[in-house]
């Protein structure tokens, strides 16, 4: 898409941790501020929310790296670094 007008293209895989302070207080900060998590829990019933809330910290738990209560998930990502010609 991008390669007719690039001089270069560099995409490196990349890993960034999500650290918080436990993982309630990531759920918490997701459901205020992330809009994405904020409208999936605006459109459930009370029931909904708290299965939904289940259902995340489950995830959490499977992939926290951290053993002392807090929370230390690591997540790979892609950046795409592009220089136009």
Excluded: C
């Excluded at 690039?6 to 993982?23: D, G, H, L, N």
């Excluded at 459930?44 to 910290?57: H, I, N, P």
Aim: net charge negative; hydrophobic share 50%.
């Amino acid at each position: 898409m991008f390669a007719a007008r690039a001089s270069e293209i560099i995409a490196e895989p990349r890993m960034f941790v999500f650290r918080y302070r436990s993982p309630e207080h990531w759920l918490d900060v997701f459901k205020t501020f992330y809009g994405p998590m904020l409208k999936a829990f605006a459109a459930l019933d009370a029931k909904g929310q708290e299965a939904l809330a289940r259902d995340l910290l489950a995830l959490v738990a499977e992939f926290n790296r951290d053993e002392t209560g807090a929370m230390a998930v690591h997540s790979e990502y892609l950046e795409v670094v592009i220089t136009r010609r």
